[in-house]
């Protein structure tokens, strides 16, 4: 049987692309899911295609939904946070206000809350995963504000590990995947994102489920805490 099995799990971003893979996996591996966005239709699309899983409306930014969901669940496995959770502006450092810059960390602080609020609910072997990102340890130019994002994610990961043990805390850092994050690009979109892919080893862009797994890996891996697990075809190797 399954570790999953019967296990609660909650999903915050979990609407779309890596979150709601993770949701789908975790549904599949027997857990009971709950998986929540902000956009109202995506949630109904979401909840339409994906039988099985209880999706809700709720933002990162909002701490009493947040509590009434969990407080609802009662006891909580699993937390993953998966939410992107802002604006972020790719341009030069210097060419962004520092209320551009600051918005990026909307992401963090959404992230801050799941925890803060889902500890009151966790079992005692419980884990949370967090989502980071590689811009974290490799930037391109335009990209200061995601990568001290992420940086910040896999930093409060390793603080918390620590802090809130026996509960296990993890971040998957995902490399260039192709998800609704992308939609924007419209018609350019897997063009671009083949364009973007081309020099690593693993040429192309990455699938959610293949960030999923490695998220179920930290769900399910007992002695995994304070871990950084890269899912990125080799964006940061030389
Ligand atoms: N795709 C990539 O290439 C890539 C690369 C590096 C890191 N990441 C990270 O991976 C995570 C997942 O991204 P993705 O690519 O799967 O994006 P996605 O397909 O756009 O999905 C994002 C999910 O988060 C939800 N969400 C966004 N802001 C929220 C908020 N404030 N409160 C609650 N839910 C919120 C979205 O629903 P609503 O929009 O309806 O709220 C959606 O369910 C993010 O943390 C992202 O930064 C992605």
């Known amino acids: 049987m399954s570790k999953l099995h019967q296990h609660h799990v909650v999903i915050v971003g979990g609407t779309s692309g890596i979150g709601l893979a993770t ?4 549904r599949d ?13 995506r949630v109904a699309a979401a909840a339409a295609a994906n039988p099985g899983i209880q999706f809700e409306t709720l933002d990162t930014h909002d701490r009493a939904g947040l509590t009434a969901l969990f407080s ?4 909580i496995d699993h937390v993953v946070a998966a939410a992107t959770g802002a604006n972020r502006t790719m341009a030069p450092f210097l060419d962004q206000t520092q209320e551009q810059f600051r918005e990026a960390f909307d992401k963090f ?8 609020e889902s500890a ?9 995963t967090l989502v980071s990102g590689s811009p974290a340890r490799k930037c391109n130019p335009g990209m200061s504000s995601i990568s001290c994002v992420g940086s910040a994610v896999e930093a409060l990961t390793r603080a918390l590990a620590v802090e809130m043990a026996p509960t296990r ?12 994050m992308f939609d924007r ?5 897997d063009s671009a994102l083949a364009q973007m892919t081309q020099n690593l080893p693993i040429n192309r862009p990455g699938q959610p489920e293949e960030v999923a797994s490695a998220i179920l890996l930290t769900l399910t891996n007992g002695y995994m805490t304070g871990s950084t697990l890269d899912v990125d075809g080799g964006t940061l190797l030389p």
């Open 29 to 41: 591996a027997g857990a009971t899911v709950w998986a929540v966005g902000r956009s109202a239709e």
């Open 120 to 128: 009151p609910f966790l079992a005692t072997d419980a884990s949370i």
């Open 185 to 189: 690009l419209g018609d350019q979109r």
């Open 109 to 116: 602080w959404g992230y801050c809350n799941v925890i803060r």
């Open 23 to 26: 949701a789908v996996l975790a």
């Open 169 to 180: 805390i993890n971040v998957v850092a995902p490399g260039l995947i192709s998800t609704g």
């Open 72 to 75: 609802k669940i009662g006891t």
